[in-house]
């Protein structure tokens, strides 16, 4: 069941992609049903919130009418950061599958593990590496792209 639903996160994540955005897909699942879907729009809306987590723990939120996402998993294509960490802890999500690691900004064991924090109130299982070769060529390819892009782009000195 992980991989069919990472992969799902995974389209969310090439809905980012098309949009220039940072190629990060969630979906959050209850009762073996997606609930809630998101992707990075941080620079699509201008907002430093627009993470994939934090739009779908609001959709989740909506849909299930309460805070407490106590019965639901999170899929997501990459290592959450400190903000959605914190988030999913604070929605009380039981389980996060996580695509690829983040050895820059993950807060779920590659720079803090905050999902596992015994001095929280709320720990949560991690399942690291479901479809980690999609997700992380994915997010190469983005990058490798956006570099190519950045030395087409005319230096100061070509004014």
Same mark, same amino acid.
């Given at each position: 069941?992980?991989?069919?639903?990472?992969? &799902?996160?995974?389209?969310? =994540?090439?809905? =980012?992609?098309?949009?220039?955005?940072?190629?990060?897909?969630?979906?959050?699942?209850? &009762?073996?049903?997606?609930? %809630?879907? @998101?992707?990075?729009?941080?620079?699509?809306? #201008?907002?430093?919130?627009?993470?994939?987590?934090?739009?779908?723990?609001?959709? %989740?939120?909506?849909?299930?009418?309460?805070?407490?996402?106590?019965?639901?998993? *999170?899929?997501?294509?990459? &290592?959450?950061?400190? *903000?959605?960490?914190? %988030? $999913?802890?604070? +929605?009380?999500?039981?389980?996060?599958?996580? @695509?690829? *690691?983040?050895?820059? =900004?993950?807060?779920? #064991?590659?720079?803090?593990?905050?999902?596992? *924090?015994?001095? /929280?109130?709320?720990?949560?299982?991690? $399942?690291?590496?479901?479809?980690?070769? &999609?997700?992380?060529?994915?997010?190469?390819?983005? /990058?490798?792209?956006?570099? =190519?892009?950045?030395?087409?782009?005319? +230096? !100061?000195?070509? !004014?």
């Amino acid at each position: 069941m992980d991989v069919k639903y990472m992969k &799902e996160a995974l389209r969310q =994540a090439k809905k =980012a992609y098309a949009l220039e955005e940072v190629p990060i897909g969630c979906v959050i699942v209850y &009762e073996d049903k997606i609930i %809630a879907r @998101g992707y990075n729009k941080r620079n699509t809306k #201008g907002n430093t919130l627009a993470h994939a987590e934090i739009i779908a723990i609001n959709k %989740a939120s909506r849909i299930l009418g309460d805070w407490r996402l106590e019965g639901c998993t *999170m899929y997501v294509t990459l &290592e959450p950061c400190q *903000m959605c960490a914190g %988030a $999913i802890v604070q +929605s009380r999500i039981p389980r996060v599958v996580i @695509g690829s *690691m983040n050895s820059k =900004a993950g807060c779920a #064991g590659s720079i803090i593990n905050l999902l596992q *924090m015994p001095q /929280f109130n709320h720990q949560v299982e991690i $399942i690291p590496g479901v479809l980690e070769k &999609e997700c992380s060529e994915m997010l190469q390819s983005f /990058f490798k792209e956006l570099r =190519a892009k950045k030395k087409k782009r005319p +230096s !100061c000195s070509d !004014c």
